[in-house]
Nanobody
Framework: QVQLVESGGGSVEAGGSLTLACKAS?????MTWFRQTPGGEREGIAS????????SYANSVKGRFTVTHDKSQNTLYLEMNNLEPADAAIYYC????????????????????WGQGTQVTVSL
């Protein structure tokens, strides 16, 4: 059983930056950030594969968001730059033991472990 604890959400003006963190209680080989707006689907936006440092991004965040991982702390980060109002959502960290081909697919049904979520608000 792996527990995930997110932190770092908050409010920011459009164009600003935030960094989210997700601390895992143990090693797991596929970690992904998802986000969900009220009434919307939970969307996978950035994946990281710690054993090979592979990354994968949804088109909606590519070039603005960066996912990194600190092996010593078992912590996944999401650096979010040039935030837009459309980025406002609850952000979730999720993890599973998956091969990269499935990890990078970012299908929420594939993920076993979920954090509690952290709110990101972006104002004009």
């Amino acid at each position: 059983q792996v527990q995930l604890v997110e932190s770092g959400g908050g409010s920011v003006e459009a164009g600003g930056s935030l960094t989210l963190a997700c601390k895992a209680s143990g090693f797991i080989n596929c970690m992904t950030w998802f986000r969900q707006t009220p009434g919307g689907e939970r969307e996978g936006i950035a994946s990281f594969y710690p054993t090979a440092s592979y990354t994968s991004y949804a088109n909606s965040v590519k070039g603005r968001f960066t996912v990194t991982h600190d092996k010593s702390q078992n912590t996944l980060y999401l650096e979010m730059n040039n935030l837009e109002p459309a980025d406002a959502a609850i952000y979730y960290c999720a993890a599973a033991m998956l091969p990269w081909t499935r990890c990078s697919g970012r299908r929420k049904e594939e993920y076993t472990y979920w954090g509690q979520g952290t709110q990101v608000t972006v104002s004009l």
